[in-house]
T-cell receptor, first 113, second 115 residues
Framework: DQQVKQNSPSLSVQEGRISILNCDYT??????FLWYKKYPAEGPTFLIS?????DKNEDGRFTVFLNKSAKHLSLHIVPSQPGDSAVYFC????????????FGAGTQVVVTP | KAGVTQTPRYLIKTRGQQVTLSCSPI?????VSWYQQTPGQGLQFLFE???????NKGNFPGRFSGRQFSNSRSEMNVSTLELGDSALYLC??????????????FGEGSRLTVL
């Protein structure tokens, strides 16, 4: 049962433009959400997170938006850079189980010059 | 500060054998989690250890087991290997469990191939 879903397996965006990655979840118990980035042959690296008490969190070029009523979150990358080309995973957890993340299937982002 | 270290990075086993993977967390991190990544199933949670105790367990058969030592280093073991166990096994550590933000730091993984 996939509790975290990333329905777009791939996204192509031009350098300098905005990348928008989407994620949906089904478990209303989730109260913490994270985005990870992964290059081939490397482990995922943490990008940005958001608690369920917020609806937006910003860190440099990365902004995560959370819509609890729709059980939907999105990651905005502005402006997109060639180094952003990677697989992006959405993940969710429940308080007091930080080590147990439910991951989405990932979205492959390709930033073209 | 050294990152999460996993050994071995690559290994090949045959069906029926068993394998042990090792993970050294970031210094000071007491929580260690294990994940399996396969093309078909994505990243799936195996188990989480905190202070030598298993806190959470994913939906994997009993052939998958783990433990954590007093120095926070962790090992996972897979017995009676099956072809479907071929995967990238990722270890992640975090500073505490349950009290602060849930950022996990991942290692580069151990790539297991079962023939």
């Amino acid at each position: 049962d996939q509790q975290v879903k990333q329905n777009s397996p791939s996204l192509s965006v031009q350098e300098g433009r905005i990348s928008i990655l989407n994620c949906d979840y089904t478990n209303s118990m989730f109260d913490y959400f994270l985005w990870y980035k992964k290059y081939p042959a490397e482990g995922p690296t943490f990008l940005i997170s958001i608690s369920s008490i917020k609806d937006k969190n910003e860190d440099g070029r990365f902004t995560v938006f959370l819509n609890k009523s729709a059980k939907h979150l999105s990651l905005h990358i502005v402006p997109s850079q060639p180094g952003d080309s990677a697989v992006y995973f959405c993940a969710a957890s429940v308080s007091d189980s930080w080590g147990k993340l439910q991951f989405g299937a990932g979205t492959q982002v390709v930033v073209t010059p | 500060k050294a990152g999460v270290t996993q050994t071995p990075r690559y290994l090949i086993k045959t069906r029926g054998q068993q394998v042990t993977l090792s993970c050294s967390p970031i210094s000071g991190h007491r929580s260690v989690s294990w994940y399996q990544q396969t093309p078909g199933q994505g990243l799936q949670f195996l188990f989480e250890y905190f202070s030598e105790t298993q806190r959470n367990k994913g939906n994997f058969p009993g052939r998958f087991s783990g433990r954590q030592f007093s120095n926070s280093r962790s090992e996972m073991n897979v017995s009676t290997l099956e072809l479907g166990d071929s995967a990238l096994y990722l270890c992640a550590s975090s500073q505490t469990s349950g009290l602060t933000t849930g950022e996990l730091f991942f290692g580069e993984g151990s790539r297991l191939t079962v023939l």
